[in-house]
């Protein structure tokens, strides 16, 4: 069973940066998917993206050209580097790990990190 741990979250102000990283036990799959997903209060947990075991990337569009997913492999880590953000960005975000293809669904989640907020201030 992989385990996500999360870290990175906090306060920063509008057009500010943040990186956010998820150290995951192991890659016990060869076919996996790793990413991340946000979700504010009230709201349904949105897909903002991910990566394969491949490295291909995939961005929600309301995040394209601002975020960069990537993952160290050596040390099972993944990152999401947050740029240009703005007080949308407002969530907690979670890490998510998937056996097998990716998904941008909720329910198709094999694994979750615990959340790390993020707050963006106008």
């Known amino acids: 069973q992989v385990q996500l741990v999360e870290s990175g979250g906090g306060s920063v102000q509008a057009g500010g940066s943040l990186r956010l990283s998820c150290a995951a036990s192991t890659y016990t799959y060869s076919t996996h998917c790793m990413g991340w997903f946000r979700q504010v209060p009230g709201k349904e947990r949105e897909w903002v993206s991910d990566?394969?075991?491949?490295?291909?990337?995939r961005y929600a569009d309301s995040v394209k050209g601002r975020f960069t997913i990537s993952k160290d492999n050596a040390k099972s880590t993944l990152f999401l580097e947050m740029n240009s953000l703005i007080p949308e960005d407002t969530a907690v975000y979670y890490c998510?790990?998937?056996?097998?293809?990716?998904?941008?669904?909720?329910?198709?989640?094999?694994?979750w990190g615990q959340g790390t907020q993020v707050t963006v201030s106008s």
């Open positions: 990566i394969n075991n491949n490295g291909r990337t």
């Open positions: 998510a790990y998937r056996i097998g293809l990716c998904s941008t669904r909720m329910s198709q989640i094999s694994t």
